[in-house]
């Protein structure tokens, strides 16, 4: 094994990053409440609050410390143990795993945790976060040259694969990057705000590994993918399943940072004020509506054409229902107005509006709607509505039918499903592409 230098540039901590620290932050509240619930309890029946389930929560408060702390400590102790051979965690990367592969090293056998970590990088893997990938607009057009650097991956060609993993990489970073920087550029900055691959302890770390110069020809096996030795022609032994597999991790852990970039999320955004206990109470009376909310909901039993219209202007639904905002939805297409149609996507889509629209027309400008009729209605959960629905429409000049089952999700204004008729939901088109 060739030999390298590691050194952090940073003493804070991925467990100080801001969702992290939330979740410390909400155990620490739950254990105060444990001490102040022999005063704060009596005060809750008060307002005519079931306190039970508060109570049963609160008796396992200690499980939940210890879940937690261990939980918030794993990113820390994994980047510790192994950014310096060239592994970092993030976001996607299993999370069982690590956890084993860092008992493994803490126990001595550090050689044993990271022959696993490269068994975890087994084809079905690869071939699954390949397609994560996708989610990021940058990485699409280099999507044809990574499905050929998997085949080769797969058949175990990784003189092939590892080139072209790391070129990949390399064009993915300068494309998104501010200054036009690559991931093997000089001063290259990968931090991103709230991130855990994006860290200074992650990527930032592994980017200093992998840019070691090389300047000597070596026949030695190498295990980290040093991109200078390799595509110079100086480190000659890295055709290995090792190098490979720390290759496509890289690729999926600067994932991470792509998805801030292009959701403008890399920098801190304006702080909250802080919960107050007023809060906490106003959260506890919240649950206790959604709790009736959820004792009355039941699903509808709908007959299409006597109880709703088959087809119409939004108008003609129940106001607030899910079926009107799909009318409107599908009113929307028939106009071709996609500004309109992106407000009514999922909240976790991310992303500017005038971006989502940009790609609702890129799916539905070729294909003019001319009319929907609605099928069939199925309240499947509280919060969750399918819509079987016929679409007629134009493609490539040609008429085409089809019916398709469109789900919808009841939100609230931070996109967390709620209980279908609380106040100020909406309903969102889950999987929006339906043609």
């Not at 990968?190 to 992998?210: E, M, P, R, T």
């Not at 109470?281 to 039941?298: C, H, M, P, S, Y």
Request: some cysteine; glycine content about 6%; hydrophobic content about 40%.
């Amino acid at each position: 094994m060739c030999g390298y230098s590691f050194e952090t540039t940073s003493d804070s901590l991925i467990r100080d990053i801001p969702r992290i620290k939330k979740v410390l932050e909400d155990a620490k509240n739950i254990r105060t409440l444990k001490t102040i619930s022999p005063f704060m309890l009596p005060l809750l029946r008060l307002f005519g609050i079931d306190v039970s389930q508060i109570k049963e929560a609160l008796a396992n408060v200690e499980n939940l410390d210890r879940m937690t702390e261990e939980l918030a400590a794993i990113p820390d102790r994994f980047n510790d143990l192994f950014a310096k051979r060239g592994w970092i965690i993030y976001d996607l990367m299993n999370l069982e795993v690590a956890k084993a592969t860092i008992v493994k090293a803490e126990a001595g056998d550090i050689d044993g945790a990271e022959a696993d970590l490269v068994n975890y990088y087994n084809a079905e893997t690869v071939e699954w976060k390949l397609r994560t990938m996708m989610g990021v607009e940058a990485f699409r057009p280099r999507g044809p040259l990574a499905e050929k650097a998997f085949v080769d991956y797969k058949e175990e060609r990784y003189h092939a694969c590892v080139p072209v993993v790391l070129a990949l990489l390399d064009g993915l970073v300068n494309e998104l990057h501010e200054k036009r920087r690559g991931f093997f550029a000089e001063e290259v900055n990968l931090q991103a705000w709230d991130s855990i691959a994006a860290h200074d302890k992650g990527l930032n770390a592994l980017v200093k590994i992998f840019q070691t110069g090389r300047y000597k020809t070596t026949s030695e096996t190498i295990t980290i993918p040093y991109r200078n030795g390799i595509l110079h022609g100086m480190d000659l032994g890295y055709d290995n399943r090792m190098v490979a597999a720390k290759s496509w991790a890289a690729l999926f852990a600067t994932r991470d940072w792509a998805l801030r970039v292009e959701q403008g999320l890399l920098q801190a955004p304006p702080k909250e004020p802080k919960e107050t206990w007023g809060d906490l109470f106003r959260q506890i009376r919240e649950n206790e509506e959604d709790k009736v909310l959820l004792g009355a909901w039941k699903p509808r039993v709908l007959v299409i054409g006597e109880d709703i219209p088959k087809a119409g202007d939004p108008s003609m639904f129940a106001e607030g229902s899910p079926e009107q905002r799909l009318a409107e939805f599908l009113s929307y297409w028939e106009a071709r107005n996609y500004g309109r149609m992106a407000q009514y996507l999922p909240s976790m889509f991310g992303g500017s509006v005038k971006k989502i629209a940009g790609q609702v027309r890129e799916l539905y400008s070729s294909k003019p709607l001319e009319k929907f009729e609605f099928q069939e209605i199925k309240d499947e959960a509280p919060a969750i509505t399918n819509i079987e629905v016929k679409l007629r429409y134009e493609e490539d000049g040609n008429p085409v039918e089809r019916v398709v089952v469109v789900r919808l999700l009841s939100e609230d204004a931070k996109g967390n499903p709620v209980v279908r008729g609380k106040p100020s939901s909406v309903w969102r088109i889950v999987n929006w592409g339906l043609v």
